[in-house]
């Protein structure tokens, strides 16, 4: 009898001290694991761009990247996209709110597989790649141009001028068509964004297997990934607003992040709505490629509701380990302290209200170090260096 009160006295503290033992059923998915599990991989090829005509096209994608790189169209001559969006940080800075000519209110989006999502910005106030382009370029935090500046870079540079004839015909003269030749850009700078892709991680290599027949513990992860998947998919529920191959319900939520300590309150989407829709660069826009009402349903139904108040975009999953800080205002530093947050949702947001599917995971110190395990296991191939900066000169 003693023995067995000592027993279950240390197998309490045991879960106390957050030291628990995983069984070997943590390991094992199950049919409807695995049945979660294969919607996950593998990523399919970006979808169509409707609103931009050479959203595929290569010369577009070629000067798109030369514009990318060229810290010459910012105001001070010193800020590119790549400052915010540096392949060596995963197409994001780094740090926790991204810094061009000043601090901005928000954390920089790493642009893996951008082309797939349907919003943009945390706050979804564009509606296409293109569109998205062209907000920091003349925003004053970030680049601070003015399409007049953009224009005489453009217009200045024997490379860029005949990269654009190449895509557009000759660039128009000063002050002529200044939005249009400015849409122009954003298009290429989509082109080449199109081209910013990561699959081929160790999780896609493992969906492969197991869609082909091998029992998912021989697949290619460690009983420790395979634990993490299994909340991933199961007890945790991620796969609700992480969900589909790029990991990512491209929707809007609001997590419950208590208000920052250093930082006005953010409505999110509740004024991104607003936003997009009143943007002359959107789907319905004059510089559109297509303004049927089919490509643009999106925006024909789209209405200000009061549950907008502050949720921001579901963030892709693929690359996360490479990607920190995370969230919308980069205040969480680490994987874990995501999970953490996950776990607890002890605070209420200064704005609207958590969304309800929302409950505390609780969490065990071993679960999330499981989950962080499996996290992991999406970082990708590496891409081409050819597209890791400026173009070689043709």
């Given at each position: 009898m003693r023995r067995g009160i000592t027993a279950a006295m240390g197998s309490i503290a045991l879960l106390a001290c957050g030291c628990d033992r995983p069984s070997p059923e943590d390991a094992q998915l199950g049919a409807r694991d695995v049945a979660e599990v294969l919607k996950l991989s593998p990523l399919p090829e970006a979808p169509p761009s409707p609103t931009n005509a050479v959203a595929d096209n290569d010369d577009a994608a070629h000067l798109g990247q030369l514009l990318f790189y060229d810290s010459r169209l910012s105001s001070n001559g010193a800020v590119s996209c790549a400052t915010c969006h540096d392949p060596q940080h995963g197409f994001s800075d780094g740090k926790p709110l991204s810094e061009g000519l000043a601090t901005t209110r928000r954390h920089s989006q790493a642009l893996w597989n951008v082309a797939h999502q349907r919003w943009f910005f945390w706050d979804g106030r564009a509606d296409s790649l293109w569109a998205q382009s062209l907000q920091p370029l003349q925003d004053e935090s970030e680049m601070g141009a003015t399409p007049a500046h953009i224009h005489d870079v453009v217009a200045g540079d024997a490379e860029l001028a005949a990269a654009y004839e190449a895509v557009f015909g000759p660039v128009p003269a000063a002050g002529e068509a200044l939005e249009r030749f400015l849409g122009n850009l954003g298009k290429c700078f989509e082109a080449y964004q199109r081209k910013i892709v990561s699959t081929g991680s160790r999780f896609d290599a493992f969906v492969a297997r197991v869609r082909g027949g091998e029992p998912p513990e021989s697949a290619?992860?460690?009983?420790?990934?395979?634990?993490?998947?299994?909340?991933?998919?199961?007890?945790?529920?991620?796969?609700?607003?992480?969900?589909?191959?790029?990991?990512?319900?491209?929707?809007?939520?609001?997590?419950?992040?208590?208000?920052?300590p250093d930082l006005k309150k953010d409505s999110g989407r509740f004024e991104g709505v607003r936003l997009v829709k009143k943007d002359p660069f959107n789907g319905t826009g004059a510089f559109s490629d297509d303004r049927s009402e089919e490509t643009n349903i999106k925006l024909r139904y789209l209405v200000v509701k009061m549950n907008n108040m502050a949720e921001f975009k579901t963030p892709s999953l693929r690359n996360v380990a490479l990607t920190a800080p995370y969230m919308h205002d980069g205040r969480f530093a680490t994987i874990g302290e995501v999970l953490t947050h996950y776990s607890e949702l002890k605070d209420d947001p200064p704005l609207g209200h958590r969304e309800e599917t929302l409950v505390p995971l609780k969490l065990s110190k071993r679960e999330k170090a499981e989950l962080e395990a499996f996290l992991r296991t999406l970082t990708g191939e590496p891409l081409d260096e050819s597209l890791l900066g400026p173009p070689p000169k043709r």
């Open positions: 290619g992860l460690s009983e420790e990934e395979l634990r993490g998947l299994k909340i991933f998919v199961g007890r945790g529920q991620c796969v609700l607003c992480h969900s589909g191959p790029n990991l990512t319900d491209s929707e809007f939520h609001n997590i419950g992040l208590p208000k920052h």
